[in-house]
C-alpha cells in the first residue's frame, strides 16, 4: 500500500482528479490492501485507509463508498485468518521462510495483548498495532464459532473501519491541513492510541499476574 500511495505522490492526495482518473479501480485496491494485511500485518493500508478518509473530508471520494469498502475488505482478510488458524490451514505457511516468520509475529502479538481468550479481550486487542490479525488468528485457536465469531467478525470490521477513516475524515475537516499533511497528523494520532492500548494491557497483565501469585502460595 506504501508503494500505492508513493506511486501516487503524496501531493496528488488533495487532487480531485485522482478520483476521476483512478475512480473504481482505486476502490479495488483499496479492498485487496486492507484483506492482505489481516493476513501480512506489516503491511500497511491503515495508511491507505485513513489517507481515504482524509480525501473524503475533501470531498474527493465518497464518504460512505470509502467505509463500505473498507468494511468489505477488512471482513474478507479476517474470516480468511479465522479460517486459516481455525482448520489449521496456516501449517502450509510453514514451507516458506516468511510464512513461518508471520505466524511468529501473529503469536508475539498475541502474547504482547495478554493472551485475550474472551469475545470482548478479542475485540480490544484489535486497537494495538497488528491486533487485528492476532483477534482473530486467536479466535481460530480457540474454534470460536456460532454467533460469537459472526459478532466478532462484524463489529470487528464495522469498528476498525469507523476508526480509522473517520479519524482521517476528522483531522482532514479539522486541521485546516492539506490532504497529504492531514494524514500524516491522523498516522501520528491512530499510532499513540494503539501504543497506548498496548501499555494499558500489558499493565492490566502484570497485575493480574502478581494477584495470583498470593494465591499460589
Excluded at 500485518?41 to 469498502?69: C, Q, R, W, Y
Amino acid at each position: 500500500m506504501t508503494n500505492a500511495v508513493i506511486a501516487l505522490g503524496v501531493n496528488d492526495l488533495g487532487d480531485p482528479a485522482l478520483y476521476q482518473e483512478w475512480g473504481f479501480y482505486y476502490f479495488i485496491v483499496l479492498a485487496v490492501a486492507v484483506a492482505f494485511t489481516a493476513i501480512v500485518p506489516p503491511f500497511p493500508s491503515e495508511v491507505m485507509v485513513i489517507a481515504s478518509g482524509t480525501m473524503a473530508a475533501e470531498d474527493i471520494f465518497p464518504l460512505l463508498l470509502v467505509l463500505g469498502v473498507t468494511f468489505i475488505g477488512c471482513l474478507a482478510g479476517d474470516v480468511g485468518v479465522y479460517l486459516l488458524f481455525r482448520y489449521k490451514l496456516i501449517r502450509l505457511l510453514y514451507r516458506w521462510k516468511w510464512g513461518r516468520r508471520l505466524h511468529r509475529k501473529m503469536v508475539r502479538i498475541s502474547i504482547r495483548a495478554g493472551g485475550a481468550t474472551t469475545w470482548a479481550g478479542l475485540l480490544l486487542i484489535r486497537g494495538i498495532p497488528g491486533g487485528r490479525s492476532a483477534s482473530m488468528a486467536t479466535a481460530g485457536i480457540m474454534r470460536l464459532g456460532g454467533s460469537a465469531i459472526v459478532a466478532l467478525t462484524l463489529l470487528g470490521a464495522l469498528t476498525w473501519s469507523l476508526w480509522l477513516v473517520g479519524l482521517g475524515y476528522i483531522t482532514g475537516t479539522t486541521t485546516g491541513l492539506p490532504p497529504w499533511a492531514s494524514t500524516g497528523a491522523a498516522i501520528v494520532v491512530g499510532t499513540l492510541v494503539g501504543l497506548g492500548i498496548t501499555v494499558l494491557m500489558t499493565r492490566h497483565r502484570s497485575r493480574r499476574r502478581t494477584g495470583r501469585r498470593p494465591s499460589a502460595k
